[in-house]
């Protein structure tokens, strides 16, 4: 699986991004996994196109030291579409400047 990773991260910092995460994108049905939007901006013409299954998310994973999110652009409407897939360039560039912005805003130093 292709992902961006923030490993060692301190208890604190954890807790910190699970305030922020919870209060900003309210808590999963399974723990520790938060569904970001992608900005619509970002989304292929593929993925514009299909309204049906939209939005689109990539899914952070916040364990007890460890940020990680996969660079995959999926739906939780649908299991399978040719819409979902591995982010494109630009959008896994979105994804990792997403998470860098919010270690950034929480003053999480790396």
């Known amino acids: 699986m292709k992902q961006y990773v923030i490993d060692e991260l301190r208890p604190e910092d954890q807790e910190r991004l699970k305030r922020y995460l919870d209060k900003n994108f309210g808590a999963s049905e399974v723990e520790g996994i938060y569904w970001i939007p992608m900005e619509l901006e970002y989304l292929t013409p593929e993925q514009t196109q299909h309204k049906e299954?939209?939005?689109?998310?990539?899914?952070?994973?916040?364990?007890?030291?460890?940020?990680?999110?996969?660079?995959?652009?999926?739906?939780?409407?649908?299991?399978?579409?040719?819409?979902?897939?591995?982010?494109?360039?630009?959008?896994?560039?979105?994804?990792?400047?997403?998470?860098?912005?919010?270690?950034?805003?929480?003053?999480?130093?790396?």
Request: glycine residues 4%; hydrophobic residues 45%.
């Open 53 to 110: 299954c939209g939005p689109h998310f990539v899914a952070l994973v916040l364990e007890q030291n460890m940020l990680s999110c996969e660079f995959l652009v999926r739906t939780k409407n649908r299991v399978r579409c040719s819409c979902m897939g591995y982010a494109t360039q630009v959008q896994r560039n979105w994804i990792m400047e997403f998470i860098d912005a919010l270690l950034e805003a929480l003053d999480i130093k790396i």
